[in-house]
């Protein structure tokens, strides 16, 4: 088994030698991910399924709690929308991003620090932006299991009225992508686990008032420019269109902002994992 998996990794290495970014990408992406599914089977099954649980919680808190007491609310067309169905994609955008960040911020900072695990990968072929890559990859299946399951319970509930919600799935990992590609490069730059706690810090206001629970023309004017420049209202608001069959040319505004976000998150990342484990 040893001798096999020696063998590829040279092969691969022969593969990429000379081409352009073989010394940040060796190919090897995919053995990050086995090392995180490995290591799964010896995780807490609960904490690791907890994901799911919190987006469900709220719904039933606020949509049928709170939500009795609302009825309806007014979407950015003017048309009223039942309260349930106006906090579920916002519920889901948040799950994305607490699901990304929780992988690429805690257990990234764990693994960097403590465990010393990225010393032993990058000690080998593999290159920093095969970290990067794989580490934000186990964060996505892990994501799109929970968005998944989300949308599993609350489509039969009339939640999701049009049909587009169905890519509700998919942009919701497009989501936890961006989220996970800045988490993981802000984690590069922290020294002690308190510093983690920043990211509380500005992600709790984001959850609260993104649009979450209530339409952001609640706010003056010059709060809501402030609001839709963040990115859970445009991971909020990606969501909302599809799940209302609003299909427009501002759903790929949203795409693009997330598509910076990723590419920028990726490059820095990489750019400072070389900086700390191969200088």
């Given amino acids: 088994m040893t001798n096999l998996v020696a063998t590829t990794a040279v092969e ?28 799964l089977k010896t995780s807490n099954l609960l904490q690791v399924v907890s994901g799911f649980f919190e987006p469900l919680f709220f719904l039933l808190a606020f949509g049928f709690g709170v939500g009795q007491l609302i009825g309806q609310v007014t979407d950015a067309s003017g048309n009223p929308v039942d309260y349930r169905t106006w906090i579920v994609p916002a519920l889901l955008a948040t799950s994305a991003m607490n699901g990304a960040l929780m992988d690429a911020t805690w257990n990234v900072y764990f693994k960097m620090h403590f465990a010393r695990l ?61 989220f996970a590609a800045v988490g993981m490069a802000a984690t590069t730059y922290t020294h002690s686990i308190q510093q983690l706690q920043w990211i509380s810090f500005f992600t709790l206001p984001m959850f609260m008032f993104s649009g979450t629970f209530y339409p952001i023309t609640a706010y003056p004017a010059v709060l809501q420019t402030i609001i839709q420049a963040l990115p859970l209202w445009q991971g909020a608001s990606l969501i909302r269109g599809l799940t209302f069959g609003q299909i427009d040319g501002a759903l790929l505004g949203h795409v693009l902002y997330f598509a910076i ?19």
């Fill in 118 to 178: 990225y010393n032993g990968m990058l000690a080998t072929s593999m290159g920093p932006l095969d970290v990067a890559l794989g580490e934000i990859a186990w964060s996505l299946i892990r994501g799109a299991g929970y968005a998944t399951a989300f949308m599993i319970v609350v489509t039969p509930l009339g939640l999701v009225p049009s049909i587009w919600g169905i890519l509700a799935i998919p942009a919701a990992v497009l989501i936890a992508f961006g």
């Fill in 261 to 279: 976000m990723i590419a920028g998150g990726l490059w820095l990342t990489s750019k400072r994992l070389t900086k700390l484990f191969m200088s």
């Fill in 12 to 39: 691969i290495a022969e593969r990429r030698r000379g081409k352009l970014g073989a010394e940040q990408y060796a190919g090897r992406t995919r053995f990050v991910v086995e090392r995180n599914v490995l290591a």
